[in-house]
């Protein structure tokens, strides 16, 4: 399972932040929300791939189809999500949509010019127009 390397790496990336699901319906992993509008990153160990939820607006899936065994691709889903999680929790990662509608995400890269726009956020909440 991915979640046996992801919760490890997850735990020593991020001390103290995460709380392990108990169920084996709950999502492996869960965020509290640092601002109420961006909602809880709920992590789920989907088989093959990790889903990730981003709060209220989009989720994406972490999976690797590289020819190498099954231990080396959990391994590296496992530090694909957390490098992802790093860029969120840093307010690198920009959120927008909703889970009943159209969302998404993007990474702001440091050489980008794009300005985000009203109705997106951060990890740390609401973007401000300026």
Known sequence: MIADKLIPLLRSRFPGQGVIGKEPTDPCMVF???????????????????SLFAGNFTHGHFSNYDDITEDEKEYAI????????????????????????????????????RVPKEHEYVWSGPIKKS
């Open 78 to 113: 496992a530090e694909d999500v957390a490098d992802f999680l790093d860029k969120l929790f840093s307010d690198h990662v920009v959120l927008w949509g909703s889970h009943r509608g159209i969302g998404g995400w993007r990474v702001l890269e440091p050489e980008s010019t």
């Open 32 to 50: 509290p929300a640092k601002h109420p509008d961006v909602g809880d990153v709920q992590i789920f160990d989907d088989g093959p791939e990790i």
